[in-house]
């Protein structure tokens, strides 16, 4: 599909962000992703000129073969560099849970906020006490710490 794309897209500005986004699209539309959270486009900037060389393998020599193998090891690459990511996260939320553990009585209030704030990075203080539970006082305090 990114290949066809790439190939009848008309415009020259926002080609390839287009044509990379449709990838993440169609793999969330078929249920290979179950978020959207597979991004080619730094593999492809990296590997640049065998990307465009293997884009026009492909439209010129019908060469889908050469194509799929470097798109398939950027695939698993981005995949493995996102895995790192996560799991770097994943490490750091639990350091810092640590650290507000470490915060006696006002802990509890603390670590609710946080655990919001790890599904929910951009909040504002009345609706996170209203779904959280807590005073806005409290949250508000607790973002201070």
């Not at 990838?23 to 539309?29: Q, R, S, V």
């Not at 398939?72 to 810092?96: P, S, Y």
């Not at 209030?109 to 929910?120: D, K």
């Amino acid at each position: 599909m990114h290949v066809q794309f790439e190939t009848i897209h008309p415009f020259l500005d926002g080609n390839g962000r287009l044509g990379r986004l449709l990838i993440t699209f169609l793999l969330c539309a078929e249920s290979a992703l179950r978020e959207p959270i597979l991004y080619l486009s730094l593999y492809f900037k990296t590997n640049r000129a065998a990307y465009y060389e293997l884009l026009d393998r492909v439209r010129t020599k019908g060469d889908w073969e050469a194509w799929l193998d470097f798109f398939l090891i950027g695939v698993h690459d981005t995949a493995d560099l996102a895995a790192k990511a996560a799991q770097e996260i994943l490490d750091l939320f639990n350091r810092d849970q640590k650290k507000i553990e470490t915060l006696g009585r006002r802990a509890a209030s603390v670590l609710r906020v946080f655990q919001h704030m790890q599904r929910n990075p951009i909040i504002a203080i009345p609706s996170t006490a209203k779904r959280i539970g807590i005073s806005a006082p409290t949250v508000a305090k607790s973002l201070g710490t």
